[in-house]
Structures are given as C-alpha cells and as structure tokens.
C-alpha cells in the first residue's frame, strides 16, 4: 500500500494510465503540464507533475519550471479529492483549490484529466492517508 502523495504513489498512478487506450486517445494531440502543489499542515510542500503530451501521460514527483497551469490546495482537500470525496470543481468554487496559469490549456485538457482522474479509483482503493 502506498503513502498518499509519497514517489511510489506517484509510480502507482503512472501505472494505471500506462496502458489505458482510452487515455491514450483522448491525450492524442494535447499538450499539458500541470503542477499540484499540496501544502501541509506545517506549511511544507509536496509537488508532482502530469505531463500530458501528445498521446502519453507521464506523472513525476517534484516541480516542474515548464507548467502551464499549478493547482495549490492543503493537504486534506487534496486527500479528500484523492478519494474521491469531492470533485475539483467543487474544491474550486469552495475557495480550497486555487489554480494559476493558463487555465484555457487545462480546459482544453479537461477530457483527457477525467479520464485519467477516474482510473485512479483503483490506486485510492490501496493507498494509505
């Protein structure tokens, strides 16, 4: 079981959208990289990376200086939407996710990040929080 937010939970995502024809159809001819920053109740940070480009999804742990969109939320608002508690658009208009950047690349992105977003059930259902 993996750490929420911890590298090997990172690799787990990655493998769940690895091999995903759907994602890989819907990521064909986008190009995306987004930066969550998730900031812990010490005020330490923890960083990763979605790249989408042109038909791959890539996630890496750590910052990304080419982003075109970062999402910064606490750490339980990115946990409860890890599990599924709640929907981004719901952390947005709550005032607990905010998001700078291009946000016409992360609308244009939009089917390809639900896609990946619900292949993760499987990784929610084995990590630890």
């Known amino acids: ?15 769940a ?5 759907q994602i890989l159809l819907a990521a064909s001819g986008v190009r995306l990289t987004i ?3 998730v900031v812990g109740p010490n005020g ?3 960083c990763y990376t979605t790249r989408v480009e042109d038909g791959r999804v890539e996630l890496t742990p750590g ?4 982003a075109d969109t970062t999402i910064t939320e606490d750490y339980t ?16 208009l709550a005032g607990r996710v905010r998001v700078s950047g291009d946000l016409g690349a ?16 499987e990784v929610r259902a084995r990590t630890e929080y």
Request: glycine share 4%; no cysteine.
């Open 1 to 15: 079981m993996a750490r929420f937010l911890s590298d090997e939970w990172v690799a787990e995502l990655n493998g």
């Open 17 to 21: 959208v690895a091999s995903d024809e």
């Open 35 to 37: 930066q969550q920053v």
């Open 44 to 46: 330490d940070e923890r």
């Open 63 to 66: 910052r990304a200086d080419d």
């Open 77 to 92: 608002t990115a946990a409860a939407l890890a599990r599924g508690e709640t929907t981004p658009q719901d952390a947005i």
């Open 106 to 121: 992360l609308l244009r992105g939009q089917e390809v990040l639900e896609r990946v977003r619900a292949r993760f059930d």
